[in-house]
């Protein structure tokens, strides 16, 4: 099992910044790829973010290439996402999640955290 746990959400004003973190916990952390993703009210969950196991392949959803960007820290078990030039579209419950699997923008992972409110007024 892993068990996921995000931190740093909140209110921001539109153009602002946050960054998200993830810590993982329960298995060896490198051995998992780490994806964030979204889920505006009344919408789907959506793919924002992903990086494979040492952090050096990275995928992102076209409506936050250059605003965001995800890393991790392997001697840290945590996984993080920058944003900047945070727009209102960008408000939503953001989750992390881990898989064994590298499936590019793939929607499927075995563990998810309970997600992180971010909220962008305009």
């Known amino acids: 099992q892993v068990q996921l746990v995000e931190s740093g959400g909140g209110l921001v004003q539109a153009g602002g910044s946050l960054r998200l973190s993830c810590a993982a916990s329960?298995?060896?952390?490198?051995?998992?790829?780490m994806g964030w993703f979204r889920q505006a009210p009344g919408k789907e969950r959506e793919f924002v973010a992903q990086?494979?196991?040492?952090?050096?392949?990275?995928y992102y959803v076209d409506s936050v290439k250059g605003r965001f960007t995800i890393s991790r820290d392997n001697a840290k078990n945590t996984v993080y996402l920058q944003m900047n030039s945070l727009k209102p579209e960008d408000t939503a419950v953001y989750y992390c999640?881990?898989?064994?699997?590298?499936?590019?923008?793939?929607?499927?992972?075995?563990?998810w955290g309970q997600g992180t409110q971010v909220t962008v007024s305009s």
């Open positions: 990086i494979s196991w040492s952090g050096g392949r990275t």
């Open positions: 329960g298995r060896t952390f490198s051995d998992y790829v």
């Open positions: 999640a881990a898989d064994r699997r590298l499936v590019v923008r793939g929607l499927k992972y075995d563990y």
